[in-house]
């Protein structure tokens, strides 16, 4: 018997163990079920239909429980074919709002705080991969904050704006800072941070910039806020604590910790991520289902968000157990991507 020939009884058993276990982590027996359906089918009745769901593949019995757990196999069935997913209530898509505004953040602050929400309305780890400052410029400006700070201002082509703040060792005059941004706007548009900063580099170590020597210094500090990172992706991950609740198995733990290390080396992770956000929409690994979670006895549920030209630059989500809440997590993610991708483009 495949997966598609269950019929509707078969299937609304499976429905309501899925979600009891969803509930509690534990193994479901059919009196639970039987209380659950409100049906007139018996326990006996349920229980021979567990068996058949076990022999398909979609359920397990754990050491010698008279109680069953959904196989990977039988999440990933429920959660792509079963699964009903409404809109996010208006509290959280509230919560969203406020925890996302853009008001005086950079984009640093506004994915942060996005990690942050996800993590503490899905009780599980918020993630987002931020942009890679590798598209072509089209305008950097210095805007004088008094003192010796400075802020720096890089605008792409693709909408994308970053903001650093710069401690310069020299004051300076106002008027040197728009010669600055100038220059560079002119000299820069259409080049990646990378080339810009080498020809930058270049041309101030050869004298060939014709700039004097205050301006040079604004110029060199300003781009080297950015030295090292600017062709790498930033990985925030929030509430990675959360992924232990509720662990109580020894095995367990390993498996999480396992996790730990891979979100530690973030390569792979940045690698899957990147792989999901080429498609539209909402993406879901759920356990087996991809590699980098077989071990790990968890989930992952990403959307990409874009930015004011709508290209997509970075993707938001939720790591989770494979027994999240995916009915609210789904919307969640997908709410607050939309929403991140709304303050990106200026809206």
């Not at 101030?204 to 600017?230: N, P, R, Y």
């Not at 356990?287 to 993707?315: D, M, R, T, W």
């Not at 989770?320 to 303050?343: E, F, Q, W």
């Amino acid at each position: 018997m495949a997966f598609a020939d269950l019929n509707k009884r078969s299937l609304d058993i499976f429905r309501s163990l899925v979600d009891a276990y969803i509930e509690t982590g534990e193994p479901v027996g059919s009196r639970t079920i039987s209380r659950r359906l409100e049906s007139s089918l018996s326990p006996a009745t349920i229980r021979n239909i567990m068996a058949d769901l076990e022999d398909v593949g979609l359920l397990y019995a754990p050491h010698t429980s008279a109680g069953r757990l959904p196989t990977d196999a039988g999440l990933q069935f429920f959660v792509h074919g079963l699964l009903e997913v409404g809109d996010l209530n208006a509290i959280d898509r509230g919560k969203v709002q406020d925890a996302c505004k853009a008001s005086g953040k950079t984009i640093e602050d506004i994915l942060e705080r996005a990690s942050t929400l996800l993590s503490g309305l899905s009780q599980c780890a918020g993630i987002v991969l931020a942009p890679k400052m590798e598209s072509p410029l089209k305008q950097i400006e210095f805007v004088h904050l008094g003192g010796q700070k400075i802020l720096v201002v890089l605008i792409t082509e693709e909408g994308v704006v970053e903001n650093r703040i710069v401690e310069l060792h020299t004051s300076f005059s106002p008027s040197i800072f728009v010669e600055a941004g100038n220059y560079l706007t002119k000299k820069l548009a259409g080049k990646t941070l990378s080339d810009a900063k080498r020809l930058v580099e270049n041309e101030l170590a050869h004298h060939q910039a014709q700039l004097d020597t205050l301006t040079s210094k604004v110029i060199q500090e300003g781009l080297a806020v950015w030295s090292g990172g600017e062709a790498t992706r930033s990985l925030i991950v929030k509430g990675q604590s959360n992924l232990l609740n509720n662990v109580t198995m020894l095995d367990e733990i390993d498996r999480i910790r396992g996790l730990f290390d891979i979100l530690e080396s973030k390569e792979n992770f940045v690698d899957l991520l990147d792989a999901a956000i080429k498609a539209e929409g909402v993406q879901i690994f759920v356990g087996a289902e991809h590699e980098l979670f077989k071990l790990s006895g968890c989930s992952i549920v990403v959307a990409p968000y874009k930015n004011a030209h709508q290209h997509i630059v970075g993707a938001i989500g939720v790591l989770g157990p494979t027994r999240m809440n995916y009915s609210k997590v789904i919307p969640l993610v997908d709410y607050t991507a939309k929403i991140v991708g709304k303050l990106l483009g200026g809206e």
